[in-house]
Every structure is written in structure tokens, then in C-alpha cells.
């Protein structure tokens, strides 16, 4: 299909995340903000990417958890291996509570 031929994927940490097309935009948008938006959005791309493997969020909603956790407020730099643990698990758990209240919508 022609889907297929225009997509691309990236391997992180294991899981085949969001085509680059619609996820590009906010990659570079993380990347150009800080490198705790670039954790965050990693860490929120892992649980959005399971939870559509898993068959609990459509594909389309990828980017909507994504540039939702994208919204928060993060320092600019961690400086410790500690700061950026936290802001990698905070984003996990918000990709996953914004998950869990998309799927009681549906």
C-alpha cells in the first residue's frame, strides 16, 4: 500500500515507534525546546507506541499523547542521571494516564 511505502520507523529501546511523518514535527520541536522534552517525548512515544500495539489506542492517537506531554512544564537540562530518571518516569505516567482516559472514551 502506499502507506507503507512512505513510512518509516525508529527503534527505541526496543519498540517500533510512530511513522516519521507524523511525529517529526514534534521531535524537532522537543529538540529544538530542551533535552528534557527530548526525554519526555521518548518516554511518552514508549507507552503511546505499546499501548497501539496492544490494540488500546489508534494509531492517530500517538500524537496526541505525545504533543500533550510535550504541554508540561520541564527544566531545560537535567544535570543529574537522577533529574533525568524523574523526567523520563513523569512522562511515562502521564502518557499513561492520558492513555487510560482515552480509552474510557472510547
Sequence with gaps: SSRRRHTRYISVTGVQTCA????????????ETSEA???AL????????AAFLEKRLSFGA????????????L?????TMGEVLAIHQGAR???RKQIEEMERVL
Design 20 to 31: 516519521l511523518p507524523i511525529c517529526l514535527s514534534l521531535s524537532r520541536q522537543a529538540a
Design 37 to 39: 522534552h527530548m526525554i
Design 42 to 49: 521518548n518516554a511518552a512515544n514508549e507507552e503511546a507506541v
Design 62 to 73: 500517538i500524537f496526541k499523547v505525545l504533543s500533550t506531554t510535550l504541554e508540561t512544564e
Design 75 to 79: 527544566p531545560s537540562s537535567p544535570s
Design 93 to 95: 505516567r502521564r502518557a
